[in-house]
């Protein structure tokens, strides 16, 4: 069949050409050209050199992958300014320090595992029924992170020396022979049963602190998530936790108990700190600590501690005010002072020539030499006098300068009876200290001389 060229428009170039070309040639997008004509344009355009155009394209496509690398990798960069928080995942929870793998034993894994299974909220349902029946009601309603849970952690946990959460810092207690701070303290309140006595039928549930410090620092592996735990060396409340007659918390390390449960969970942790009592050193005073968050408020948690002991105003009026009339003294550190004081006047700057004779005394007998009318001798002639030998004589070269420097100023300027000012603050060039005035003597203070000295001036 035979088409004039009018008959040929754009519909029906489509109609009886492209669809031969397509069989004939295959798919498009496999011999489509203008990709790679669109990627020689952005080739053509790296061209600055028209003499070297291969070297160009090069060069401009290196620089192009470098930046392009350099953007991927700033991209996942903390970038430079404001620190970051050290206390940013301290309510998360994150190991500090440590981090190593450890096996532990079947034992082990089993208290742990056991302790997180009873203290997640996804278990608690599943533990008041029956397994099987809610397998048959409810075949698939159980969550993912309950059937990790169900197959249990991984026998190699990690193990950590330190550990930031709930506003805390932990260490175990190794950690803490090493370091200067106290960190293994931890306290638990947690719901334990109650009875009076051996005979009691109605026993009740009731909150109880539990103390101790802590031995290891785990991260329980279950695949999809982990769960950080403390193993922990607790204190027996029966007998190792005693109140004390001042109202401090103790507690004895020696009573060790419940060996068989040794773990929680680090989000249940609060930090405590023990004192020894002084005293007794089997006990220990139990202080609180307080949370710091990331705006870095305090927040204290209440548990049943006091810090101090509280005494009522009926105690008070009861007891009476306590006085001490004992006097105690210090030996201890009489030579160490002795030695320094001595060490001191030994190697003075500019030696003290009249032995007990003080500034006061010494002014008064110049005055009465001289039969002068003056009331008072400017500061540098009695301290020049105060070091003068029984020969009249300066036997040491800084005093020689300090008091040929006074003379000549003595010589240029008139006399300023203001100790800030006068010719022996300029040349010593000593400011004066509130509790003593230099060349004047052991009563007068700074500020009364000045006072005084301004008067006779005027």
Request: net charge negative; proline share 5%.
């Amino acid at each position: 069949m035979y088409f004039p060229p009018s008959f040929f428009d754009i519909m029906v170039h489509l109609t009886i050409h492209l669809v031969t070309e397509i069989q004939l040639c295959g798919l498009d997008y496999m011999r489509w050209m203008y990709p790679i004509e669109h990627y020689m344009k952005t080739l053509k355009g790296y061209v600055k050199n028209r003499s070297r155009p291969e070297g160009c394209i090069v060069e401009r496509y290196i620089v192009e992958e470098a930046v392009e690398f350099c953007t991927e990798y700033l991209s996942n960069v903390d970038s430079i300014g404001l620190p970051k928080s050290r206390h940013q995942r301290r309510t998360e929870g994150e190991g500090i320090m440590g981090n190593d793998i450890v096996t532990i034993s079947r034992t082990e894994w089993e208290q742990a595992h056991l302790y997180v299974l009873h203290n997640t909220n996804e278990v608690e349902p599943f533990i008041e029924r029956h397994k099987n029946i809610l397998r048959t009601i409810n075949p698939s309603s159980i969550s993912e992170n309950l059937r990790w849970l169900a197959s249990g952690p991984s026998v190699h946990v990690i193990s950590y020396s330190g550990y930031l959460i709930n506003g805390y810092t932990f260490y175990t207690k190794e950690q803490d022979s090493q370091s200067t701070m106290q960190n293994s303290g931890v306290t638990l309140v947690a719901q334990s049963l109650h009875v009076s006595s051996s005979k009691d039928q109605n026993p009740i549930y009731a909150n109880m602190s539990y103390f101790g410090v802590i031995q290891q620092i785990w991260e329980l592996d279950y695949m999809k998530f982990r769960v950080p735990m403390f193993g922990c060396k607790w204190v027996d409340n029966n007998n190792g936790v005693r109140i004390d007659e001042s109202g401090f918390l103790q507690v004895d390390f020696n009573k060790e108990g419940y060996k068989n449960d040794p773990f929680i969970l680090a989000s249940q942790a609060q930090q405590v700190f023990y004192v020894t009592d002084p005293i007794d050193k089997k006990w220990s005073i139990v202080l609180v600590s307080n949370k710091i968050y990331e705006n870095h408020d305090h927040y204290h948690k209440e548990i049943d501690i006091e810090d101090c002991p509280f005494l009522g105003i009926s105690q008070l009026l009861e007891n009476g005010p306590k006085t001490d009339d004992n006097l105690y003294m210090r030996y201890d550190h009489d030579d160490e002072i002795s030695n320094k004081n001595r060490q001191k006047a030994s190697n003075p700057t500019y030696p003290y020539r009249k032995s007990r004779t003080g500034y006061a005394r010494l002014e008064q007998k110049m005055l009465q030499e001289t039969g002068s009318n003056a009331t008072s001798i400017p500061r540098h002639i009695l301290w020049k006098a105060a070091r003068v030998n029984k020969k009249g004589l300066i036997d040491n070269e800084k005093v020689v300068e300090v008091w040929a420097h006074c003379e000549s100023l003595s010589q240029l300027e008139s006399q300023e009876l203001n100790p800030h000012e006068d010719i022996l603050a300029k040349v010593l060039n000593v400011p004066e200290y509130p509790g003593r005035v230099r060349g004047v003597g052991q009563p007068h203070r700074l500020r009364y001389y000045s006072m005084y000295t301004t008067y006779l001036f005027k």
